[in-house]
């Protein structure tokens, strides 16, 4: 079985932790499914889940370079050498990234975010879609701040096939394989 779920800003890709409200029990009350992959707290959109341990290891282990993309607010206005930068690959401390696929785009139709991204009325901010092949702890996080636009909010939209569709936050849906 899979399930996607549009995981909210705050919740732990996990089931367990000291918030019980903060994880994923909070959510999905099916036993015995695990996240293939994680997205941090701070971020929000597709999670998926399934009871299949070699279906979970083949969307969430990096040598299989899984598509993800991710719908991403940054600080400023990105320009073209930034965007270059990020479909080249970027230098992290842990090592390069696989280089991403990468365009701006126009602020996209989605919920608001509780508690809001912070404003800031000197600053502007684009909106970038971005898709990746790995998953490097926090990467498109790290990923646009070393090309000089920190993330202020970070969607992901899909994985692989399947993309969150018309899920709200804390929403999911079962498919059958």
């Not at 202020?152 to 994985?159: A, C, G, I, Q």
Request: charged share 30%; hydrophobic share 40%; proline share 7%.
């Amino acid at each position: 079985m899979i399930i996607l779920f549009n995981k909210p800003f705050g919740v732990l890709s996990q089931f367990s932790g000291d918030e019980p409200n903060a994880t994923l029990s909070a959510y999905i009350p099916i036993p015995k499914v695990y996240a293939a992959g994680r997205l941090d707290k701070d971020s929000e959109g597709l999670l998926v889940l399934t009871d299949d341990g070699a279906l979970q290891q083949r969307i969430s282990h990096p040598r299989y370079k899984q598509a993800k993309t991710y719908l991403v607010q940054v600080e400023g206005i990105a320009d073209d050498k930034a965007l270059e930068k990020l479909r080249a690959g970027v230098e992290l401390k842990d090592g390069r990234t696989l280089p991403a696929e990468v365009k701006v785009i126009t602020e996209p139709p989605l919920w608001d975010r509780v508690p809001p991204v912070r404003f800031r009325k000197n600053v502007p901010t684009s909106w970038l879609k971005i898709t990746i092949k790995e998953g490097k702890n926090r990467q498109v996080r790290r990923m646009t701040a070393a090309v000089g636009y920190p993330t202020l909010r970070l969607v992901r939209h899909s994985v692989g096939d399947w993309n969150l569709g018309e899920l709200q936050p804390g929403e999911w849906i079962k498919l059958e394989r």
